[in-house]
């Protein structure tokens, strides 16, 4: 009798599982934040991907296409996909610290291949040493930058108003160094250099500066900025100084801001001029751009450096507009940030300022918050400038009228259309009422919100103030007012600033957060920590309660500062190819070798490991499949079933296992399973409406060389009989928000991913589509996948099709367009199982693709 209890007592724990633990508040709460940094990394980590991808496509493109380009473009988009491959792995490592840490061995390796192809070992640009902003544009940016090119653009092409000046190209700079013979001690210092320590990068940083500072400006460059300062006077009456800006390459790009990092130096006499250009090329050595350049995996030889040089405007008014929200994707309202006086008050953060929003459609002002305003900088007479204060009866005026803002607003949404995103634009306004345009690059926004997850139980310490950068971290407080304070700062800790200056973004790869009793949303430390990653809130106000080493919680998305940490803390002519056989498409062709070539197919093999990756496109599909287990493996991880998978039910032989990254159920849900109408998530919906709208009429009939392919396959393949198990083998797995989803998922012998994101944004919005497998002999598998590119391709899908691989690619496209694609790829994933075992019978072929077809059309998308 007691065997028979104790067998009907395991057979009934069986049926309800394992016990789950309790969790304290104290350890949901840990684990609740802990999952938030994950997922923050993780979306960090897609985003990346998806503009890793992109960048792929559109090298691809330019080398089977007849459009002529030039070098810039084979540098800066390799550049730039360097870069964003880094950021992968990163956020890898942020998900599981360590154990992939050889792929920063491998990407090093594949870049020095790949520089030994687009780099030459010295920068060489042949180019004017100076060029006339009314000569150069857009396309300029390999000789003066982006900054610069930018400004040519908007007064040649658009004919804005921008200030009369010209450009020290990077010519001149490389002559500069040259003349000196400064590159080979540069690189022997940096090379020898360990900056990781606070005190060596400072040290490095004060070397390298000297250097430059000290160096002799050649004749040749002398004599073309002093016929280059003639030209600018003869063409303005101004008898204001000059701006000496920089404009190195990678700064004020999609990618890279360098916002605030490199020095800009106002109101020079011209007679000053050449001092001033040769402090503003050091400064590409200031401590905050060397931690920028290593945080974005960038080169020293990546950045050379251009300087701008514009006749003062002595503005009564400047500021920023920002053409979207830098926090919230979905607000496409105009802001400006405006104060009196020069636009200094407002980049530099120091300061309050007023904002304006203009709504785009009504081209109205919708609301406006006016500030005290202390403080404005003015020009100096005879040179530099100088801090005034604003009388009491002025201080509460609006710096702008609204007619004035939306004029603004207006030169902003131009460039914005002409540019092709969203943009970060400084602007001043002159006595006379005139707007000039000093500065235009692409707004860098956050790209993730925050995860569902439980608050912050207590009351805050402190709150208030503006989220900058959104996130959640906790650290020890650390005061920093002076570099020597900077240098103690330890790693992991909260910077906590009276203002926010630029400079101290050196410290932002050590800090968990920043917060500030000062500054706004538009100053370039809260641009710098956006990109970072860095939670921060500024305006606080007094921060004098917190005590150095006192641990404290930062809540940005709160606005607020906890006591305590939290462990653990988230038309259609053919055209003659004028590029074939060009010196620029051949070595384009050479780099795409250690680029687009995919090896690393299939995530079970054992060739599946940092070790085998041979090109960057291995490096995203090696950090893409690892960061799904890593999210996947959380739950079971941590024993923690709120954020484990659960199991769909429904009435499908197959299993089905569902985890919520944020916002993809309608609500908690308890239990180990979830329901198909607890689930949020469109495109999950799009996907399933798909895999059900027209019901699977079974395996097709199999002639007798396709049943023999089969049976051969199996027996020379024993991977595809044996019952042994391997992630995601036996299980499908879906990752959901409400906007996103991500599919791993075997369909018999078919292995399968489908990743989308379809939101309000048609900017963002992208579906990845990948099948491989099948049980028939390569070239039946290969044939197959061939046979679904021919139809997506249709669709509108970018295709590639690698043996028996198939991946398709959409983006940019609006949300109801990317779930009718996402339902066509459903309907696929369940009608085109087993028909590799017909692929060598036309006749047969022909049937199932007109089948497929019109089913297709009945779907009501596409």
């Not at 080979?184 to 250099?193: A, P």
Request: proline share 5%.
């Amino acid at each position: 009798m007691t065997k028979i209890v104790q067998s009907i007592g395991g057979w009934l724990r069986s049926l309800v599982g394992p016990k789950q633990p309790e969790f304290s508040p104290e350890e949901t709460e840990r684990l609740s934040t802990l999952f938030r940094e994950r997922y923050h990394s993780f979306r960090v980590l897609l985003a990346a991907n998806e503009r890793a991808l992109e960048t792929m496509a559109a090298m691809e493109q330019a080398w089977a296409d007849t459009r002529p380009y030039g070098m810039d473009f084979v540098v800066s988009t390799a550049t730039s996909l360097s870069v964003r491959v880094y950021r992968m792995i990163q956020h890898l490592d942020a998900l599981a610290p360590d154990t992939y840490a050889e792929l920063f061995e491998r990407l090093d390796q594949i870049r020095g291949e790949l520089d030994a192809v687009i780099q030459p070992p010295t920068p060489i640009i042949t180019a004017p040493l100076v060029l006339p902003l009314s000569a150069i544009g857009r396309d300029d940016s390999a000789v003066v930058g982006a900054k610069m090119a930018n400004l040519g653009e908007i007064h040649n092409v658009l004919g804005l108003e921008v200030p009369a000046g010209f450009v020290i190209t990077a010519a001149a700079y490389g002559r500069l160094l040259d003349h000196n013979d400064l590159r080979s001690e540069i690189r022997r210092l940096i090379q020898s250099v360990e900056i990781d320590r606070p005190d060596a990068l400072f040290a490095l940083s004060s070397q390298l500066q000297q250097l430059i500072t000290a160096a002799e400006v050649p004749a040749d460059v002398r004599d073309a900025v002093a016929g280059a300062l003639a030209a600018v006077r003869a063409e303005s009456d101004s008898k204001n100084g000059f701006a000496v800006r920089s404009s190195a390459f990678g700064e004020d790009t999609a990618d890279t801001s360098f916002a605030g990092l490199y020095d800009s130096q106002l109101n020079i006499h011209q007679d000053n001029l050449l001092a001033a250009y040769v402090e503003t090329a050091a400064s590409k050595y200031t401590p905050q751009a060397m931690v920028y350049r290593r945080q974005h995996g960038l080169r020293d030889e990546d950045t050379e450096m251009a300087v701008g040089c514009m006749a003062m405007i002595d503005a009564s008014v400047g500021g920023v507009a920002y053409t979207a929200e830098p926090q919230d994707a979905t607000d496409r309202r105009i802001r400006i940030s405006a104060a009196v006086g020069l636009p200094k008050t407002v980049v530099d953060g120091r300061f309050e300022t007023d904002l304006f929003i203009v709504d785009r459609s009504s081209g109205t002002v919708v609301d406006r918050r006016i500030a005290a305003k202390t403080t404005a900088f003015v020009l100096r007479p005879g040179e530099g400038i100088t801090r005034q204060e604003i009388p009491g009866e002025v201080a509460g005026r609006p710096a702008l009228t609204d007619e004035k803002a939306v004029e603004i607003a207006g030169i902003a949404l131009r460039l914005e259309d002409h540019f092709g995103v969203a943009q970060d634009v400084e602007w001043a306004l002159t006595s006379d009422g005139r707007v000039v345009v000093l500065q235009a690059r692409p707004l860098h926004q956050a790209t993730v919100t925050a995860a569902a997850g439980a608050p912050i139980a207590g009351d805050p310490l402190l709150s208030g103030g503006v989220c900058v950068s959104p996130g959640i971290a906790g650290g020890p407080v650390s005061w920093v007012h002076s570099d020597r304070e900077a240098l103690k700062m330890p790693e992991g800790a909260v910077l906590v600033l009276d203002y926010p200056d630029p400079r101290w973004a050196a410290l932002l790869d050590r800090a968990a957060a920043v917060v500030a009793e000062h500054g706004g949303i538009a100053g370039h430390l809260a641009t710098v920590a956006r990109e970072f990653g860095v939670p921060a809130i500024f305006g606080m106000g007094s921060l004098d309660v917190l005590r150095r080493g006192e641990e404290i919680t930062v809540d940005a998305d709160g606005v607020a500062i906890h006591p305590g940490l939290i462990p653990g803390l988230g038309d259609g002519r053919q055209r003659r190819n004028l590029m074939a056989g060009s010196p620029v498409r051949e070595v384009l062709g050479r780099a795409l070798v250690h680029i687009a070539p995919l090896t690393l197919l299939d995530p079970n093999a054992p060739e599946f490991r940092p070790a085998s990756v041979r090109t960057l496109h291995d490096i995203t599909r090696f950090c893409h499949e690892k960061a799904v287990a890593e999210m996947f493996s959380f739950g079971s991880e941590h024993s923690f079933p709120r954020f484990a998978a659960k199991q769909l039910h429904h009435n499908v032989p197959m299993q089905w296992w569902v985890l919520n990254l944020d916002d993809g159920f309608t609500g908690e849900v308890k239990g180990k399973y979830v329901h198909l109408n607890e689930i949020s998530c469109g495109p999950m919906h799009a996907l399933w409406d798909g895999m059900i709208a027209v019901p699977w009429d079974g395996p097709p009939a199999l002639s007798g060389s396709g049943l023999a392919s089969v049976l051969f396959e199996a027996t020379r393949n024993p991977a595809l009989a044996t019952p042994f198990r391997k992630p995601y083998a036996q299980r499908n797995y879906f990752m959901v928000s409400k906007n996103f989803m991500n599919l791993q998922s075997r369909f018999g012998f078919h292995f399968s991913t489908v990743e989308t994101l379809a939101g309000d944004r048609d900017s963002e919005n992208y579906l990845l589509f990948s099948l491989k497998g099948g049980a028939a002999d390569i070239e039946r598998r290969a044939a197959r996948a061939q046979f679904i590119a021919d139809i997506l391709a249709d669709k509108g899908f970018a295709m590639k099709v690698i043996e028996d691989t198939v991946t398709a690619r959409a983006s940019a496209l609006p949300q109801e367009i990317v779930l009718d694609l996402v339902k066509i790829v459903g309907y696929l994933l369940m009608h085109t199982r087993q028909l590799d075992m017909i692929m060598g019978d036309q006749r047969t072929i022909d049937h199932y693709r007109s089948k497929l077809e019109g089913d297709i059309a009945g779907l009501g998308a596409g």
